[in-house]
């Protein structure tokens, strides 16, 4: 899929499909990204690798997609350190800021595996619960959507995300659930269908609603 404006660079694409990958969009996370990568995100791999393992039929287990977009400060060095030596972590640059839509639809893109987790570089998409979204995916569910259970934003983003999400349902063929996030988990099947579309100006989570595959939830 084209986007007019960047061109994207990764590394260590593996030739074997990977069982999970994980799609993080990253802007100017350098200060946070390596203890993210190393002390919350790997270790929470290691924990499913063993079960991910058993359905690779030999593929790596999973791979990690950082997608740069555009930060100002280092954040692409960081990624870049981060994915130095390692076949499972590829690193996607965009050529400038095209905002988190985009670069979340970029490391679909590229992305291999049998099922694609979406998650936030900040942490505010824990990678412990990766374990979680997994076990939804392999009961059937094609699509797993990350639910909060509380809304820590305070009143004005409780009030701006009701409104957000009002808006959004009166345009969508199907209803999306309040407090739903990005965090969440797709299966190979609606990667491929949702790479069909060419909007540049997506609402995400609203595609992947509106796509009408089979869903199951998690509350975080």
Do not use: C
């Amino acid at each position: 899929m084209p986007y007019d404006g960047f061109v994207p660079h990764s590394s260590h694409r593996s030739p074997a499909a990977p069982v999970l990958s994980i799609v993080v969009p990253a802007y100017n996370e350098s200060a946070g990204i390596q203890t993210f990568h190393e002390t919350l995100l790997l270790p929470a791999l290691a924990a499913v690798t063993e079960r991910l393992a058993e359905r690779s039929m030999g593929a790596d287990p999973y791979e990690i997609i950082y997608v740069n977009d555009g930060s100002t400060d280092n954040t692409l060095e960081k990624l870049q350190e981060l994915a130095q030596g390692s076949t499972a972590t590829r690193v996607v640059n965009l050529s400038r800021n095209f905002g988190k839509e985009i670069a979340t639809t970029a490391g679909i893109e590229v992305a291999l595996g049998q099922a694609v987790l979406i998650m936030d570089a900040d942490s505010q998409h824990p990678p412990a619960y990766i374990s979680d979204f997994l076990s939804r995916w392999e009961a059937g569910a094609q699509v797993v959507v990350g639910v909060r259970s509380n809304d820590a934003g305070g009143f004005f983003k409780t009030q701006g995300s009701r409104f957000f999400y009002r808006i959004l349902n009166s345009i969508s063929e199907s209803q999306t659930v309040p407090r739903s996030t990005d965090f969440r988990l797709l299966d190979r099947v609606v990667v491929d269908e949702f790479l069909r579309f060419s909007e540049r100006n997506r609402i995400t989570r609203g595609l992947i609603d509106w796509l009408g595959f089979k869903r199951d939830y998690f509350v975080f």
